[in-house]
T-cell receptor
Framework: NAGVMQNPRHLVRRRGQEARLRCSPM?????VYWYRQLPEEGLKFMVY????????ESGMPKERFSAEFPKEGPSILRIQQVVRGDSAAYFC???????????????FGQGTRLTVV | LAKTTQPISMDSYEGQEVNITCSHN???????ITWYQQFPSQGPRFIIQ???TKVTNEVASLFIPADRKSSTLSLPRVSLSDTAVYYC???????????????FGSGTQLTVLP
């Protein structure tokens, strides 16, 4: 059973371009979470999706960022008109069901390291 | 949302037992305590989860006192490969409180020395 797959592992974009980050959850997992990690900082929650639905996007910047998790295919985190401050590692995690009181195990991918030049 | 406090960094030597303590004074009745490990350039990995007393698995032990206001992750006989950041998490809530996800703090950088 393959783990959470993220691609690309490294992405370089010029300021103003678009970045598209992909995440394929573990087989059988319908819950996906995106996190951002700035250099030397902890992980910050961005968005939580369940197949075709955004459950919570309270951690997502209001502008330029969007996420989707279509019925078929990977989850996509899209950043439009990237700026240097978007440079970070973006991690995706998945779980088979929703996280709850006694279920706090999510499986993380290797991340996509976005560099904006 | 319960706030967690843990040491910024710790050093240890190979073969020693390492104990990392996390404070969570305002933990809610229903909250579980979870620890994750993150190696450089990798995503976090679940280590252990517990509610009270002691939990042990093949990797670590988790000690939780009766008042649950703190917890201690114990790593037996660490090796160089245990050098990583260790995160203590409490509960599973989104920022808006409407759904559940994991909230990471700053973590503890454990460095194992030869």
């Amino acid at each position: 059973n393959a783990g959470v797959m993220q691609n690309p592992r490294h992405l370089v974009r010029r300021r103003g371009q678009e970045a598209r980050l992909r995440c394929s959850p573990m087989k059988g997992h319908s819950h996906v979470y995106w996190y951002r990690q700035l250099p030397e900082e902890g992980l910050k929650f961005m968005v939580y999706l369940q197949k075709e639905n955004i459950i919570d996007e309270s951690g997502m910047p209001k502008e330029r960022f969007s996420a989707e998790f279509p019925k078929e295919g990977p989850s996509i985190l899209r950043i439009q008109q990237v700026v240097r401050g978007d440079s970070a590692a973006y991690f995706c995690a998945s779980s088979p069901g929703g996280l709850g009181r006694g279920n706090t195990e999510a499986f993380f991918g290797q991340g996509t390291r976005l560099t904006v030049v | 949302l319960a706030k967690t406090t843990q040491p910024i960094s710790m050093d240890s030597y190979e073969g020693q037992e390492v104990n990392i303590t996390c404070s969570h004074n305002n933990i809610a009745t229903n909250d579980y305590i979870t620890w994750y490990q993150q190696f450089p350039s990798q995503g976090p990995r679940f280590i252990i989860q517990g509610y009270k007393t002691k939990v042990t698995n093949e990797v670590a032990s988790l000690f939780i006192p009766a008042d649950r206001k703190s917890s201690t992750l114990s790593l037996p006989r660490v090796s160089l490969s245990d050098t990583a950041v260790y995160y203590c998490l409490v509960g599973a809530r989104t920022l808006s409180g409407s759904a559940r996800q994991l909230t990471f703090g700053s973590g503890t950088q454990l460095t194992v020395l030869p």
